[in-house]
Nanobody
Framework: QVQLVESGGCLVQPGGSLRLSCAASGFTFSNAVMTWYRQAPGKERELAARITSATGSTYYSDSVKGRFTISRDNAKNTVFLQMNSLKPEDTAVYYC?????????????WGQGTQVTVSS
C-alpha cells in the first residue's frame, strides 16, 4: 500500500526555520519524482519545490526560491523540505506528493499534510 507521511510542521516565528519530512512506503522511492505543495487558507494548492528521481534536479517556485531547500534520502525513502527565513505568508498546510510508474502507468499519491504556521 502506497503511503506518504509528513511531519515537522508547527508554529514558528517569522525569520525562523523548520524542516519538514515525508516518509514514503509502498513504491520504489528512488524512481519517484517528489514534490512539496502547500495550500494557504482560502487559496489554491500550489507547488513549492520538486526534486526529480534520476538526477536529483530541483525546482522551486519564485515565492520560496533562495529560502527553501528540497532534498531526498533514497536509502531512507524520505524527502525533506528545509525552510529558512520563514514569513507569515508561508503559513499553509504542506503536502508531500509522489509521482511514479507502477503497474504500467504513472501514479500520483498524496500525504495527509502538515500544518506550518508562521506568526509572532
Amino acid at each position: 500500500q502506497v503511503q506518504l507521511v509528513e511531519s515537522g510542521g508547527c508554529l514558528v516565528q517569522p525569520g525562523g526555520s523548520l524542516r519538514l519530512s515525508c516518509a514514503a512506503s509502498g513504491f520504489t522511492f528512488s524512481n519517484a519524482v517528489m514534490t512539496w505543495y502547500r495550500q494557504a487558507p482560502g487559496k489554491e494548492r500550489e507547488l513549492a519545490a520538486r526534486i526529480t528521481s534520476a538526477t536529483g534536479s530541483t525546482y522551486y517556485s519564485d515565492s520560496v526560491k533562495g529560502r527553501f531547500t528540497i532534498s531526498r534520502d533514497n536509502a531512507k525513502n524520505t524527502v525533506f523540505l528545509q525552510m529558512n527565513s520563514l514569513k507569515p505568508e508561508d503559513t499553509a498546510v504542506y503536502y508531500c506528493n509522489a509521482r511514479f510508474f507502477m503497474g504500467g502507468e504513472w501514479t500520483t499519491s498524496w500525504g495527509q499534510g502538515t500544518q506550518v504556521t508562521v506568526s509572532s
